[in-house]
C-alpha cells in the first residue's frame, strides 16, 4: 500500500517515495525561541510527529531536521530588551520547547540545528547567489532579486503579473504580507540601536541573517540541497517558503523540495491562535488546569490537518471522553481470564480493522477515517466481551494491534500505571505498622486481605508495594 500525501505546490496527493535509498530526508520549520510555544504551534508540531510515525509505518527510514529560530527580529528584541545575551534569553524557552515535546509524546527527531551554528553555511549561499547575480548589495545589507527567479510565488501560486513589486515597504521585516511582495532581506545591516550587542560580521559588514536564509542554509548542509519532504504551518507558505525555494534554488540549480506539507491554523473563537493576538494558551496554561498531554495531543491529533480546528474547552473534555473510552476498553481485555475460543469471527473483525486502519492513513493520513476504525473496533470488541465470547489469546491479539497502532497515534492509553485501591494502600500501611510492633498476627490478617483481592505484597529497598498477582 503506497503512502498517498498532498503536496501544496502541485493541489494533488502524490505518492510519497524517498529519492535516496529507503530514508525520507524531511526539514519542518521549528520554533522562534522567544517565549513559550502555544498549543497552536504544538498543532503543527503534533502533525508532523503524526506524519514521521505514519512514514515510519509504511515501511520507510527518515532523517529529519527541525530548525530553532534563535535569530530573528523577535529573539534579537527580546534580548536587547532584557539586556541580556541572545544566548541567554532563549535558552530558557528552547528549555522549556523540549519538555513540551516530552509531554506532548513527540518522538525526538535526528537534528535541532539552531540558526546561531550555521552563520558560515548562509554566508555561502549569500555569496553564490551575489555571484550568480541573482542577489544584490544596498547600504551593508544584501537582498534577493525576486525578478531573477522566474517561477517565484509557484508554491503559493501567486499571480505575479497581478501583483505590484512594492519597493517602497519594508523590505527588511522577516514577516509581511503578499501585499507588500518585495525583494526581500538575506542579510541585515547591523542597527545598534535595534541590534545592542547582537551582530556577527560578514564580507558585507556587521549583521545578521534574515529569517528564510536560516532555513535554506539549515535544510541544505544537514539533509542536502534536495529533501523530499518539507512541512510547516500554512503561515509559512508565504513568505517563508516561496523564499526558502528562492534562495534554495537559486544556489543550487535543482529542485529544492520534492513535497511540500501544510498544516492549517488552530483558531480560537473562529480566529488563529497567535502571540500577536493574545489568545492563545500555552501547554502549561492547559497542564495547570489539570489536563494532562496526552488529552491536549488527542485533541491536536484528532482533525484533519488541511482542516481549521477551532480549540474550545469542550472539545479537550471531549478529547478525555474520547481517551477514557479506549482505556476501559483495554482495561477489560486485559483482565480477561477465559481461555481463548479460537472465535474466527474475532480474527476477521481484527484483520479488517487493520487494513482499514493503514487505508486511512494512506490516503493523506485521514486520521477522521483511522480514529473511526479504531472506535468501530471498540464497539465490536465491548460486544464480543458482553457475550462472554473473547478469550485470553483473542484478547491478546487485539490489545497487540492497539500497540501497533499506537506506534503512529502515541497516544492510546496503553501504558498508564495502574491505580491501587485506597483501602488496599491503608492495609499496606497496617501491615507495616504490625510488622514493626512485631505484632505477627494483625500483619498476617492485612497480607491475607491484601492477597484475597489479587495483589501481592513486594518487599523492596525503598519500603514494601503492591503488585498485581
Ligand atoms: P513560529 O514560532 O511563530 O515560527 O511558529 C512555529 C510553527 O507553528 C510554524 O510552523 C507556524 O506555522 C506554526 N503555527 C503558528 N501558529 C499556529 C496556529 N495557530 N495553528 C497551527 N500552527 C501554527
Ligand atoms: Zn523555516
Keep these: 500500500m503506497d503512502l498517498h500525501l498532498y503536496n501544496t505546490e502541485s493541489k494533488t496527493k502524490e505518492i510519497v517515495r524517498p529519492r535516496h535509498g529507503d530514508t525520507i530526508l524531511m526539514y519542518t520549520c521549528g520554533p522562534t525561541i522567544y517565549n513559550f510555544a502555544h498549543i497552536g504551534n504544538f498543532r503543527t508540531y503534533v502533525f508532523e510527529d503524526l506524519l514521521r510515525r505514519v512514514i515510519q509505518f509504511f515501511g520507510f ?97 501567486l499571480c505575479m503579473d497581478e501583483l505590484i513589486i512594492n519597493a517602497s515597504g519594508d523590505n527588511n521585516a522577516d514577516e509581511y504580507e503578499k501585499d507588500n511582495l518585495s525583494d526581500f532581506v538575506l542579510w541585515k545591516a547591523y542597527d545598534s540601536e535595534r541590534d545592542g550587542q547582537i551582530y556577527w560580521e560578514s564580507p558585507y559588514g556587521k549583521g545578521r541573517p534574515g529569517w528564510h536564509i536560516e532555513c535554506s542554509a539549515m535544510a541544505m548542509d544537514i539533509l542536502g540541497s534536495s529533501i523530499d519532504i518539507h ?49 492563545f494558551y500555552t501547554l502549561r496554561d492547559l497542564l495547570i488546569q489539570g489536563y494532562t498531554g496526552q488529552e491536549v495531543r488527542y485533541l491536536l491529533l484528532s482533525c484533519h490537518y488541511r482542516s481549521q480546528l477551532n480549540f474550545t474547552f469542550p472539545s479537550l473534555l471531549a478529547a478525555r471522553a474520547s481517551l477514557r473510552r479506549i482505556e476501559d476498553l483495554i482495561v477489560r481485555l486485559r483482565s480477561i481470564e477465559m481461555h481463548g475460543q479460537n472465535n474466527k469471527h474475532i480474527y476477521d473483525t481484527l484483520n479488517s480493522a487493520e487494513k482499514s486502519f493503514k487505508e486511512a492513513l494512506s490516503d493523506d493520513i485521514n486520521i477522521s477515517a483511522a480514529l473511526a476504525t479504531l472506535f468501530d ?80 505484597i513486594e518487599d523492596t529497598p525503598n519500603g514494601a508495594r503492591l503488585k498485581r498477582k
Excluded at 232 to 261: L, R, T, Y
Aim: proline content about 4%; overall charge neutral.
Design 61 to 157: 527510514k527518515i532523517n529529519q531536521a527541525m530548525n530553532l529560530t534563535d535569530i530573528d527580529d523577535k529573539t534579537i528584541k527580546g534580548a536587547v530588551q532584557n539586556g541580556v545575551t541572545l544566548k541567554e534569553f532563549t535558552d530558557p524557552f528552547k528549555k522549556a520547547f523540549f519538555e513540551d515535546l516530552k509531554t506532548l509524546n513527540i518522538q525526538p527527531v535526528e537534528h535541532y540545528p539552531p540558526a546561531t551554528a550555521f552563520i558560515p553555511q548562509m554566508l555561502q549561499i549569500i555569496e553564490t547567489l551575489l555571484k550568480k547575480g541573482i542577489a544584490y548589495k544596498s547600504n551593508g545589507s544584501v537582498y534577493y532579486s525576486i525578478e531573477k527567479f522566474p517561477t517565484y510565488g509557484r508554491l503559493s501560486h
Design 231 to 279: 512541512c510547516g504551518g500554512v503561515d509559512n507558505m508565504f513568505p517563508h517558503h516561496e523564499n526558502e525555494i528562492a534562495q534554495s534554488e537559486g544556489c543550487s540549480g535543482h529542485k529544492f523540495v520534492q513535497h511540500w506539507v501544510h498544516v492549517e491554523h488552530l483558531l480560537v473563537d473562529h480566529k488563529k491562535m497567535s502571540k500577536s493576538l493574545g489568545n
Design 377 to 456: 473496533l471498540i464497539r465490536d470488541l465491548n460486544t464480543f466481551c458482553d457475550q462472554e465470547a473473547i478469550g485470553r489469546q483473542e484478547a491478546a491479539a487485539a490489545l497487540k494491534l492497539f500497540e501497533q497502532w499506537d506506534q503512529v497515534l502515541g497516544v492510546l492509553p496503553l501504558h498508564k500505571k495502574e491505580e491501587i485501591p485506597n483501602d488496599l494502600l491503608e492495609f499496606l500501611h497496617k501491615r507495616e505498622v504490625a510488622r514493626k510492633a512485631k505484632n505477627f498476627s494483625v500483619s498476617d490478617q492485612m497480607r491475607e486481605a491484601i492477597f484475597s483481592r489479587g495483589y501481592l
